[in-house]
Structure formats: structure tokens, C-alpha cells
Nanobody, 119 residues
């Protein structure tokens, strides 16, 4: 079984910063890409950012471009999301996602970490 454990969420004022972490552990797994998604109350889960595990190319949702940065530490099997200039509309539960399907492996979700931005 593979586990994805997120951490780093919390309460922050608008304009502040947080850094989320997502550590993968467990049996052997393959990562094609590691993503962050978020889900606000009453809304569907939406894509935030992604990083290709091999090569490190990144992509972002338009709503977070220029404010959020995704990065990885391959040695630690960990992906990070640095969130700056946070806005109240960034308030959501943030989920880590491991995409292994394009390598013929399984996909996994983390349990989520809450981010609340006060105005």
C-alpha cells in the first residue's frame, strides 16, 4: 500500500504564505506526475498544480499562476507547494495526487490538508 501524507496547512491572513508538503511512502510505486488539487466547501475538486517527476516540468491553474510554486525532492519522494500572496478564495482542502497510470501503475490520493485564508 502506498501512502501520501500531506502537511503544512493552517490558518493564514490574506497576503500571507504557506508551504504544503506531500510525502509518499510504502511499497514500490511509480510517479509519472505529482499533482495538487483543492476542494472548497460546496464545490468540486479542482486542479492546482502539477510536476512531472522525470524532468520536473510544471503546470499551473490560471488562478494560482505567479503565486504558487510546485517543486519536488526526489530523494525524499516529496512534493511541495509554496503558496504566496494567499487570497480568501484559496481557502480549501488541498489534496496531493500521485499519477502512476501513464507508467502502468496505480494512482493515489492523500487525505488532504486544510488551508484557510482570512480576509
Amino acid at each position: 500500500q502506498v501512502q501520501l501524507v500531506e502537511s503544512g496547512g493552517g490558518l493564514v491572513q490574506a497576503g500571507g504564505s504557506l508551504r504544503l508538503s506531500c510525502a509518499a511512502s510504502g511499497r514500490t510505486f511509480s510517479s509519472y506526475e505529482r499533482d495538487w488539487y483543492r476542494q472548497a466547501p460546496g464545490k468540486g475538486r479542482e486542479f492546482v498544480a502539477a510536476i512531472r517527476w522525470s524532468g520536473g516540468s510544471t503546470r499551473y491553474a490560471d488562478s494560482v499562476k505567479g503565486r504558487f510554486t510546485i517543486s519536488r525532492d526526489a530523494a525524499k519522494n516529496t512534493v511541495y507547494l509554496q503558496m504566496n500572496s494567499l487570497k480568501p478564495e484559496d481557502t480549501a482542502k488541498y489534496y496531493c495526487y500521485l499519477d502512476g497510470s501513464r507508467l502502468g501503475a496505480a494512482n493515489y490520493w492523500g487525505q488532504g490538508t486544510q488551508v484557510t485564508v482570512s480576509s
